[in-house]
């Protein structure tokens, strides 16, 4: 007669199982759900606000370029137009001269005022007639022209005050450039200077800003050396400020901060500075650009609104989730926990497994199935074991007979098979003493196998000049159980029966173990290979140093056409050269690189080791990176141990600043604008260390173990973006090893890389 299918009891232990486990699923999915949110919206917004800031400090740096830019732009073309033969020559009448000036104001619409004055300050011809016969002698940029400096800071309109109508409402402000003229011999004759408008540096600013506004509102100021606002708002044009962010522009830095300025409002502040630009040396002008902080992290806040709003429609989906896994969950369990009870209550059921179930279910079930079945078979196994003892001792004593028979024919194939390799084969003992000796080795050293046997390996095969050596071997691994040669493939030089000299490549293991263990040896002879590479070698060497004098012209060349050897190139030429110039450069070290590996594979690169203290070498190989480091927006700084000073070594100078320059030029490659490069000299342990840290994304895992191989680089495309010829390191390894040092790496992904170099103290 069927029992009910469901008990009471068991239903009420059903469903409160599945109240449960609901429970647990909805609760734990809302708090990891939360949870996931806030740390992706914290990072999220972190990255938001560092992206907004380090954008407002490249709108400054940018603007800060295009105003040394446009000066030394205009400082060059001035200087042009004092030299030029057709405004200098006597013959001109005034009008033709005025004409020559008025052509030059008008290639450039910021020249409010272009004109040339004599020794004695009066103005004796401009573009326009302005101030024609006027004393400028006292003038700012009449006296600074013939003192050498050739440009002046923005000053009000004096003289042309009334002559010129104010811009906006605002009166006429200038940047004085001038320089002086000479006669046909070579006398200066007067002075040829140029008012540029500042309404110039305010459409550098729109030009730059204008974009960004839709983004809330930009202010730009352009701030002088002493710090008054040059251009900015106007409430604040003309005053004099101090802000932090002033100061860290002033001293050069390029950034971003968040402070309050004296109207009580904070501000997101990119800061920037102009430096100069070829031979225009500069004002000193800092650039500002400021937004309040309400507008700059707008985008923020909706960020972080889209994310609660997210994260609470995720809970409350795997919440709806948890629920229905909980009731799948236990559905089985309790079908499962009904059966066991009519098992209990002696009722003959069998668990069959459903195939719906989910697989522990299913195992549970058909565990419990077999476990009778399996017991009354372990009793019968248990009942005819010792009758069939006897015949099981001579089913094992069989299998044993046949298992030896197998060894020794494994061990006749295997002397087959090293009998028939082509690689020689030689097997020696613990003390050197040859145990085998195969065809193959007869023919590469000339001694039969009869004669070999038995006789100590060191005589027969390596020069005179190994054979120390290759004893302190075994002795050492006698006293410790170690050889480092052990799995390796390694090149030596052996000698055959007539003293013949070759290389061959060996790979040695160990055999057997204890008392037993011998060394089973396979050489192949590469000296055919080795003449090969002597042979690439030479037209490695050949092909760079001719490559090198053609490449050294050329980039010659292109820094004269950059210079202004021919004349000013147009935009598109000028661009056109300074790729080609960086170019060539490239090329020249990437032949330098592989002449220095050529050598060094050759043994014919010379080290003149002196000792010296390292302290001089690493502050030259710091300063000669800092241009580059600039030029990557990354800050170059060092950290000298106490009593670095003193720290000394035998090293090739020059060659040790190869390895630091390397090791610099590296990691400003991988590190981010704004962060550090750090170059460390210390001693530890007896050894002098320089350690150059950078705060780059680290070395991948895949390429950690080739990083100092030839030519080796990263496969991905942030490598590839960066260039280089996967040389410097490997370079930098052996020159290393020359001076009896050593080289290595830390890293982490996101946190950075450490090289660390160690050498012998003098």
């Not at 009449?142 to 003289?159: P, S």
């Not at 200066?188 to 204008?210: K, N």
């Not at 050894?687 to 191989?709: T, Y």
Request: contains cysteine; glycine residues 10%; aromatic residues 6%.
């Amino acid at each position: 007669m069927d029992t009910p299918s469901v008990s009471p009891p068991a239903a009420r232990r059903r469903r409160g199982l599945g109240a449960w486990l609901a429970l647990a699923f909805s609760s734990l999915t809302v708090i990891l759900t939360l949870l996931l949110v806030e740390v992706v919206e914290r990072a999220s917004t972190a990255y938001l606000k560092e992206s907004i800031g380090h954008g407002l400090g490249e709108l400054a740096n940018q603007t800060a370029d295009k105003l040394d830019r446009g000066m030394a732009e205009r400082y060059r073309e001035v200087g042009l137009m004092a030299r030029r033969y057709d405004l200098l020559d006597p013959r001109l009448t005034l009008a033709q001269r005025r004409q020559v000036l008025t052509d030059m104001q008008q290639t450039y619409g910021y020249y409010d005022w272009i004109g040339m004055t004599g020794l004695d300050g009066k103005v004796i011809v401009e573009a326009r007639g302005l101030l024609e016969g006027v004393d400028v002698s006292q003038r700012p940029w009449f006296r600074n022209a013939l003192d050498g400096i050739h440009v002046g800071d923005v000053h009000e309109a004096v003289k042309l005050a009334k002559l010129l109508p104010g811009e906006n409402g605002e009166p006429r402000r200038f940047v004085d450039v001038a320089f002086p003229y000479a006669g046909a011999g070579g006398v200066t004759e007067g002075v040829l200077g140029v008012h540029l408008s500042w309404q110039w540096a305010r459409d550098v600013e729109r030009s730059i800003i204008a974009p960004v506004q839709e983004r809330g509102r930009v202010q730009a100021l352009i701030v002088s050396r002493e710090g008054v606002v040059l251009l900015g708002p106007k409430g604040l044009q003309g005053k004099r400020i101090g802000t932090g962010s002033l100061r860290l522009a002033q001293g050069k830095a390029t950034g971003y901060l968040v402070e309050r300025w004296d109207d009580g409002v904070d501000y997101l502040v990119g800061y920037g500075a102009t430096v100069g630009r070829g031979l225009y040396p500069g004002l000193g002008w800092t650039v500002l650009v400021r937004q309040d902080i309400a507008d700059a992290y707008a985008p923020v806040r909706k960020l972080r609104e889209h994310a609660l709003w997210s994260g609470l429609a995720l809970a409350l989906l795997f919440s709806v989730a948890g629920v229905l896994v909980a009731r799948r969950i236990t559905r089985p369990l309790g079908a499962l926990a009904e059966s066991a009870e009519r098992l209990g209550r002696g009722e003959a059921v069998a668990l069959v497994p459903n195939a719906r179930d989910y697989f522990e279910v299913q195992a549970l079930s058909g565990t419990l199935d077999k476990l009778v079945a399996d017991l009354v078979r372990q009793r019968a196994e248990l009942r005819d074991l010792n009758a069939t003892l006897e015949q099981r001792v001579e089913e094992r004593t069989r299998d044993l007979e046949g298992a030896l028979a197998a060894v020794r024919a494994s061990g006749e194939r295997m002397s087959a098979v090293v009998e028939a390799a082509q690689d020689a084969f030689i097997a020696v003992d613990q003390r050197g003493i040859v145990l085998d000796w195969n065809g193959a080795a007869e023919r590469m050293f000339g001694w039969r196998r009869q004669e070999a046997v038995g006789w100590p390996l060191a005589e027969l095969v390596l020069p005179e000049r190994y054979r120390a050596g290759f004893a302190d071997a075994l002795h050492v691994f006698r006293q410790t159980g170690h050889l480092a040669l052990l799995e390796q493939r390694l090149e030596r030089v052996v000698i055959d029966r007539h003293g013949r000299e070759f290389t061959i490549e060996m790979t040695s293991g160990l055999a057997a173990s204890g008392t037993e263990a011998f060394f089973s040896v396979f050489l192949h002879d590469i000296s055919e290979r080795k003449k090969v590479e002597q042979m690439k070698n030479e037209f490695v060497a050949t092909v760079s140093h001719e490559l090198r004098t053609p490449l050294t012209s050329i980039q010659a060349s292109l820094a004269m056409l950059a210079d202004g050897m021919a004349g000013e190139l147009p935009p598109d030429a000028a661009r056109l050269t300074a790729i080609a110039g960086q170019s060539s450069e490239r090329l020249v070290r990437m032949v330098n690189d592989l002449l220095d590996i050529q050598k060094i594979e050759s043994g014919h690169m010379d080290f003149v080791r002196t000792a010296q203290p390292l302290l001089p070498v690493a502050e030259r190989a710091l300063g000669a990176m800092e241009g580059h480091a600039a030029k990557a927006g990354v800050v170059l700084r060092c950290d000298w141990a106490p009593g670095a000073e003193g720290i000394a070594a035998a090293i090739d100078r020059d060659r040790m600043e190869q390895v630091l320059t390397n090791l610099l030029s590296n990691a400003i490659k991988f590190t981010p604008p704004g962060r550090t490069v750090t170059l460390g000299l210390a001693q530890a342990a007896g050894k002098a260390c320089l350690s150059v840290l950078d705060e780059g994304p680290g070395i991948a895992p895949a390429f950690q173990a080739r990083i100092f191989e030839r030519f080796a680089q990263a496969d991905g495309a942030d490598s590839r973006t960066r260039g280089g010829s996967g040389l410097g390191l490997a370079i930098s390894k052996a020159i290393i090893e020359e001076h009896g040092g050593s080289i290595g790496f830390t890293t982490a992904a996101g946190q950075g890389t450490r090289f660390a170099v160690e050498l012998p103290l003098s």
